[in-house]
């Protein structure tokens, strides 16, 4: 159910009627609510966590309701769409994005008793948690292929806002591309923006108009891969298959899977188990899954990628391996040094070949 302040409201002027009507045996559901972005019909990261949320509904059945508010900014009024979900009676709440985390925390503070899940973010409470998805596991295996098919060498980056889950993506993209050319290059626009169909246009163009023959997206939308599909080159879906929107340009795409996750999360709050955490999950976990290959993937792309995808799934791969050189030419990982979780959740700088287009 989607919410809003009207039908909050009369939710709350029927609720003692409703009370009163019910037997005095009745289990009462729970009640979980879901703040979102962008539209639940973005068919990209709103539309997974949607999936989401209704994966919840299917697995606890009547043991819970889930509630909505879409098109959320991530602003100031974020608080009252958060304290909406509050009032409404939700006993376990979802921001589903990172600009979302200073006011999840405000809210959490009114409402010790309701337990909140923050995704992207790194600021927890004892009734905040977190969790993310290691999307740049993902992202190595597109910028595998990428950097296999590109006959320019000069691949495009569409980001959203310069943070460091952003960022780790360009990089994980341009050190895997790198990997199969190492004279690979990626061009990256931002456009402060995580759903906004036409200047996601707009930011495509200019990658094409500066080289890029593939590019690939941190962004909600299908748009970039429509411009693609126009100029007769290639990209990747993000948070969910595209292929329906580009069928010619879209090479694969990364899944966004939290279903399972949000199914636990749900049964902890049911069994009195909930605990505050920290969950970052990837490949190995099934929460971030790679669409099938287009029939435009070639078959040596295709078995580079699988290679990447089997080391995520065993722990043999990391592209996050030194050594590792930023834009100055700076060592910043050494030879056969890791780079660590805590280390790539707050990186802010971009590795050698990365250039800004706007």
Known sequence: MSISRRNL????????????????FAQEKVKIGFIFLGPIGDYGWTWAH????EAVEAALGDKVETIYTENVPEDASAEAAIRDLCNAGCKLIFTTSFGYMDQTLAVAAE????????????KRADN???YNSRFHEGRAVLGTIAGKMSKSGTL???????IPEVVLGVNSFALSAQRMNPDAKVKVVMIDSWFDPPKEAAATETLINLGCDIVTTHTDSPAALQILEQKGLYG???????????????????????????????????????????????MAQGEVVISPYSAAVTPEAAAEA???????????????????FDQDGVERVAAGVKMTLGELA?????????????
């Open 9 to 24: 409201l009369k939710g709350a002027a029927a609720a003692p009627l409703a009370s009163m009507a019910l037997p005095a």
């Open 50 to 53: 949607n999936k989401g949320r």
């Open 111 to 122: 409402f010790p008793d309701v337990k909140f899940e923050h995704c992207t973010g790194y």
């Open 128 to 130: 905040v948690a977190t």
């Open 156 to 162: 495009g980056y569409l980001g959203s806002f310069k």
């Open 236 to 282: 990747f879906g993000q948070g969910a298959d595209m292929s329906a929107f580009a069928p010619n340009a879209h090479l694969t795409a990364i899944e966004d899977i939290w279903g399972p996750y949000y199914i636990q999360r749900a049964q902890a709050i049911l069994d009195g188990t909930w605990a505050s955490t920290d969950t970052w999950d990837g």
């Open 306 to 324: 699988d290679k990447v995808k089997a080391g995520y799934m065993d722990g043999s791969f990391d592209i996050f391996t030194g050594p590792i």
């Open 346 to 358: 707050v990186m802010d700088w971009f590795v050698k070949g990365v250039e800004s287009a706007s």
